[in-house]
């Protein structure tokens, strides 16, 4: 990363006014490959996201498949709207993202940094309304191995069907271990969004902080992309019956 | 040198309305009679959103042909676990075993 360049300094108070310039560092052949190493890199890091998720979605493919009535009743007490609320502000983060890292390869300074803020209050306003969710999911006793009941109006089916409770819970345990997850992943993008807008402020960057801006950029949007598949699984199975 | 490729305002809006559909019929199929349509349906559609957004907002359309290639492994991984994991469940108690 070119910020952490022993040279930025002197590249620095050789130019006063060149922080808007990419500083090559000297194990790369161009900017280009610089800039890739980096994204790759980043790209390398989310892979190991996408199995870090994964195994909440393996263990959620398991249950679905063997206690799908189950499952699809426990679904049902999730509030859609909301979801459905929150996955148009999480679309609405990346589409301020996306044009932040534009915003940072034009060198648009004040865009920039109105876009990252923008960014951050998108992706707290999800966390607001999943903290109403949850708080919601606490009142109807949902919570599994806290005070989970098999709610009032399910009983009956549960036991006409010869259900079993227990897979209910479980799928309150998938749905609070990975929205929980999801959340704390949002927590540490805000938090970066938040690092990488003060040092924007601060011109801490040489070449406009474009690789910076976009490697950050990649991190939210893979955030989008698990909320993507969150939402129809937790929210939308079988709403019709 | 060779500048990134700068995406198009344009571009990320029209993606972002594109997410905002693909969202709408997502909801909409579930409210549909598929039965056990369902799951694949909404999947497909989660797919096309992730395909959208991995390719124009994480720039993977105008990247390295080596980007492309972790981009895809990373989900490869996912589908190798998911299909070795659920042939082992699904696949249980098909075959009448002694002794198990």
Request: avoid cysteine; hydrophobic fraction near 55%; glycine fraction near 8%.
């Amino acid at each position: 990363m070119e910020t952490l360049s022993p040279h930025r300094g002197e590249a620095a108070k050789a130019h006063p006014s060149s922080d808007d310039e990419a500083i090559l560092e000297i194990q790369f052949d161009d900017l280009a490959q610089q800039a890739e190493a980096s994204t790759l890199g980043m790209w390398l890091f989310l892979a190991t996201e996408v199995m870090f998720f994964g195994g909440l979605i393996t263990a959620y493919a398991v249950y679905r498949s063997s206690s799908p009535r189950e499952i699809a009743l426990a679904s049902e007490h999730l509030n859609v709207p909301l979801g459905f609320f929150n996955t148009v502000v999480l679309l609405g983060s990346s589409l301020t993202m996306a044009l932040a890292v534009r915003a940072s390869q034009l060198r648009a300074h004040r865009q920039l940094l109105i876009y990252l803020g923008l960014t951050m209050v998108l992706g707290t306003a999800f966390l607001g309304v999943k903290a109403v969710e949850w708080t919601a999911d606490y009142h109807e006793k949902l919570i599994p191995g806290w005070n989970f009941q098999v709610p009032e109006e399910n009983v009956a089916e549960v036991q006409a069907e010869h259900l079993n409770p227990g897979r209910m819970q479980m799928f309150f345990v998938l749905y609070f271990f990975m929205t929980g997850l999801h959340a704390i992943h949002l927590i540490v993008g805000i938090g970066l969004v938040g690092v990488m807008a003060y040092l924007s402020y601060r011109r801490w960057f040489s070449g406009g902080g474009a690789t910076q801006i976009e490697v950050t950029g990649l991190y939210w949007h893979f955030i989008d992309i698990v909320w993507v598949f969150l939402y129809p699984m937790l929210y939308l199975i079988d709403v019709h019956s | 040198m060779s500048h990134p490729h700068i995406m198009p305002v344009r571009t990320s809006f029209a993606i972002f309305i594109a997410l905002l559909l693909l969202l709408v019929a997502t909801v909409g199929a579930a409210y549909l009679p598929l039965g056990p349509l369902h799951f694949p349906v909404a999947m497909t559609i989660a797919a096309a959103k992730a395909v959208l957004i991995v390719l124009f907002f994480m720039h993977v359309i105008y990247s390295s042909r080596l980007t492309k290639i972790i981009t895809v492994a990373g989900f490869l991984w996912l589908a190798i676990m998911l299909t070795l994991t659920l042939s082992d469940y699904w696949s249980r108690g098909w075959l009448d075993i002694l002794g198990k």
